[in-house]
């Protein structure tokens, strides 16, 4: 909450929402008695009656539903930084878990930075706990990038292993939060990361806004990341478990130690046992995952662009969607810093390397298809223990975590009978801080849902709209009563563009095409788009289906692409078929669309529009809108699905391998489901559907043919052809359902 002159540009609307603020808080202040210049860098004014210390509040403070800057920020990053004298203290603590992952005879511990306000320390108030669990935070192993392949030891593994009850360590002693405080190294927090020299703790400050409030933050990056013990798993129930130890110790139910050995026991004495866990990618994974779990005070989670089924992240429809179905291996690997001997990671544990290996052979096993080893990594499986709500937030532009996965938490979610908002903006894979959501700064729409469900006010938050949609039109957001029971309607496609009754698709010349056209330029020099890609590719190596659609006509849910098809290669398996909407004019005529560019990794340029000052001494929090660039197309959104797995359905459950074999040139019903969106047709434009084989944008191949080059031994997967019969095709296109 800060007056009109805070804002320094930016629409109407919020500047007149917060000219209203400052004519409540002027009452506010006159009512207290309390003056702009007392609260000098605290950015709020603070209620008749409020106590406060060296100026500012001993507890949390809350007006319109949020809670106000109580807190005089202190920077952990600091050279000379120390807690003495800070309103903020920090320091770590290692949470025993159950297992002993690295087979050294004791229960693993995990690292987790605490950031805490001293008078929740002190006794003054219990504080609630914002949780991050991103294992990148502790410290990736850089070293060797994504390629696990160099550190694996090709020897048998045995999972069970893993599961081995560690020996638990018996407490000699005692310590408090103000004791632990006293004696913290900052070196603890600010160390720096071998090979890359990084620094640690690399999430320490993202959550700098909703610490100065009140709030304690906790980072941890989990087991066998880099300051914790045993092994880094990636989907294992038992990374997950780790996490939900931490839970269990903001909660009083778990014991956690000053440090790996000395056994002195410390608690979390300044929590309310009250947890949100909140995190983007595989920090947005883990608060879903812990969530199915039913643990104790965790009341929330807000996931930003997060996983809820691996199978589903490197698979789709029986289709891998990489070179190999192997994942969890590379992720493992980057995030093990644990699982080195030496100082300078260069001599890994020979277990852990035996496990990289044996994970990544029981993935590529499966060559697409859902068995068991995904089944363990799918956590929309179960939904029966989640008893906490949910605020999921994903890109409509995310092209690397895709939308199919808050989709699934949702669906979850709602199966459980508990809350749950999700927002659809336009951005690709990233949080949303800064963006002005229906009206409020996204950063005041988490504070208020923090506040609500960690401190118990009473603001409303639970009654926003259940889905807010960023148009791709004007950027404003729109809202919806209901998500995942759509309503669907169909149209003729053009049959001036496609007029064969039969589409015929050869694979061999994707490569090719692939490789002229990512190393080409338009005339400006720019590399060319992703979007405009599978619009050119050659007419062999695709089929196209046009629709004329009536003027800003929205989709809003799943498209279903049905399609009869058949193959003369019926004896192979991962023959990836790919389903692109496409938003198009003409192949000339540009317009404006949200574009993600690869040298943004998978987001959209932004500019600011504005500035608020956020409060507690810190920097004023820009105010930041996305900018929409030149297109001829916009892809809206895809799905890829086997030849070899025909009728199938939406989930990775449904895609187990057939039994039956199929014949070849026999035609078989499909039903490629594309990824959950929202989207609108402006007038003059029309969808475009491609179908076509593999994707070079998600497949890795190997050097030689990806420059064209074909021989005997490249991979059958990417030569293979199929046939549509078009008069059994349909799309549907999803629309709001509305009830009569």
Known sequence: MVPEEAVKSGDEDFMERRKEMKNQMTSLLLSAGITLSLLTGCGAALPQGASLLGGLAQKPVFEKGMALPILEYTNLRDEDYTNEGSDILRYCVYIETDHDTDSDGRADLVEALVQVPRAAAEGSFKAATIYDPTPYGAGTVERAGMDSTSLMNPVPFDYDKLYEPGEKRIPKGNMTTLEAAREADPESWNYTVPYSEAQGYTYAQVYDYYLVRGFAVVEAGGIGTYGSEGFELCGFDLERDAHKCIVEWLTGDRTAYTDPYNDIAIEADWSNGNVAMTGCSYGGTLPFEVAVTGVKGLKTIIPFAGIASWYDYTNSQGAPLYLSASYANHLASYNSGAAFLDDDWTVMDDDYASFLWQ?????????????????????????????CSALIVHGLNDFNVTTKQSDLMARAFSRAGQPFKLVLHQNGHSFLNGIVVNGELWQEIMNKWLSHYLYD?????????????????DGSFRTYDTWGDFAYETFEYDKSVNPEDVSHIDTTAIASSYS?????????????????????????????????????????GVPEVHLRMSTRDAGGDGMVVSALLMDTIDEETSFKAYLTKEELYDTLPVKTIGAVETGGGLSWTKVKEFVKSNA????????????????GGYEGKDYTKHEEKMKPGEYYDY???????????????????????????????????MNGVVTDSVDSRYTYSFNIDNSAFELRFPVEKKEH
């Open 457 to 473: 006010v009473d603001n409303g938050i639970e009654n926003m709209p259940t889905v807010s949609v960023q148009s791709n039109v």
């Open 359 to 387: 994970i990544a052979q029981d993935q590529d096993a499966t060559n697409g298809d859902y068995a068991k080893i995904w089944a363990d990594r799918d956590y929309s499986l179960d939904s029966s223990k989640i008893n």
């Open 671 to 705: 039903t490629i489901y594309l990824q959950p969106t929202s989207y609108t047709f402006e007038p003059g434009h029309k969808a475009v559907l491609v179908i076509t084989g593999w994707d070079p944008y998600r497949a890795v191949l190997d050097e030689d043919y």
């Open 632 to 647: 001829t197309a916009k892809l809206i959104t895809y799905g890829h699905s086997d030849l070899a797995n025909y009728g």
């Open 516 to 556: 002229k056209y990512s190393g080409s330029a338009d005339d400006f020099g720019r590399p060319l788009l992703r979007d405009d890609f599978y619009l050119s590719l050659p007419e062999s190596a695709k089929a196209t289906y046009a629709f004329e659609l009536p003027d800003n006509y929205t989709i809003y």
